[in-house]
């Protein structure tokens, strides 16, 4: 792996890393609806220039179809996996709840053999029944659930799966759009639905917030949301997809180590375990895509 790319993997896991940790610990006044609109907004915006360069270099311009099918994306995206995900946030701890999260690629396997026509190996087969099993033991309704909640966790499997499919839908136009473009416009246009949603119940966007509230506002939709999928793309840009995807190999590791650094929850023997196996099935999703 090249300088630049390792670079921009551990860039990548690093920062997708400490999401859960600051969504669930940050003193920003906003609710569901407020902090999944702003971060996903303020990521996309970060993501748009490069976006338009792409487009420009690879001479793309979007049709009609292609619009519809962004609007499509971001709803999946935003207005569902997105708001499920900032819900399993409030209702588990966050290792827990991003270890669970990194269990999309497995869903993103299973649409994809359905709507997308890739073909299901028997390695893929291993690769979930391993993540099934390392799921298990994270969850782990048996030993200490302090700081989870059953429907906490739903949600975030939820939100997993949703996201999952938003992936495999995804790779029916990505070959035209490109990963950043498609990303930075369905998180745009997601957000904008979100918008429309939250002032026809009435809600605020963004109330006022305080001075001390914007340092962490802006880490979490720049920082993480914006350029850590920049550097996620820009990985895969200087190698291909399958380095990529090393960022959702490496975070079930960093994120407990995250979280109990920053918020000192405690990593059970169970969530080892089960992260263990997660990694396997990672690694054979890795090796043999």
């Known amino acids: 792996m090249k300088l630049k790319t390792f670079l921009c993997v551990l860039t990548a896991s690093l920062l997708m890393s400490t999401m859960e940790v600051c969504l669930k610990f ?102 979930i029944l391993l993540s099934a099993i390392g799921l298990a033991f994270i969850v782990n309704p048996f030993g200490d659930m302090s700081g989870n909640t059953y429907l906490g966790m739903f949600y975030t499997f939820f939100s997993a799966a949703v996201f999952g499919l938003y992936s495999a839908l995804g790779k029916r136009r990505i070959g035209k759009l490109g990963g950043m473009t498609q990303t930075a416009l369905s998180f745009i246009f997601g957000s904008l639905m979100l918008l429309v949603i939250m002032l026809i119940a009435g809600m605020t966007p963004l109330p006022k917030l305080t001075a001390g509230e914007i340092p962490m506002l802006l880490y979490i939709g720049i920082g993480i949301t914006g350029v850590g999928y920049l550097a996620y793309f820009k990985a895969i840009e200087y190698s291909d997809a ?37 990694l396997c099935g990672s690694y054979i999703i890795l090796a043999k895509t």
């Open 242 to 278: 399958s380095t990529g995807s090393v960022v959702f190999f490496m975070k079930p590791v960093f994120a407990p180590i995250v979280a109990f650094l920053l918020a000192g929850e405690n990593i059970p023997l169970a969530m080892m375990i089960g992260i263990v196996f997660m």
């Open 26 to 127: 940050s003193n920003v006044n906003l609710d569901v609806f407020q902090m999944t609109f702003a971060r996903f907004m303020m990521g996309g915006l970060v993501l748009l220039p490069f976006a338009f360069a792409h487009m420009k270099r690879n001479n793309i311009s979007l049709t009609g179809s292609d619009m519809l099918y962004l609007l499509g994306l971001g709803f999946l995206c935003i207005c569902v996996s997105m708001i499920f995900f900032q819900l399993g946030v409030m209702g588990a701890r966050a290792s827990t709840t991003a270890i669970i999260f990194c269990t999309n690629p497995v869903f993103t396997m299973i649409f994809a053999s359905l709507l997308v026509s890739e073909r299901f190996t028997k390695f893929k087969l291993l690769a």
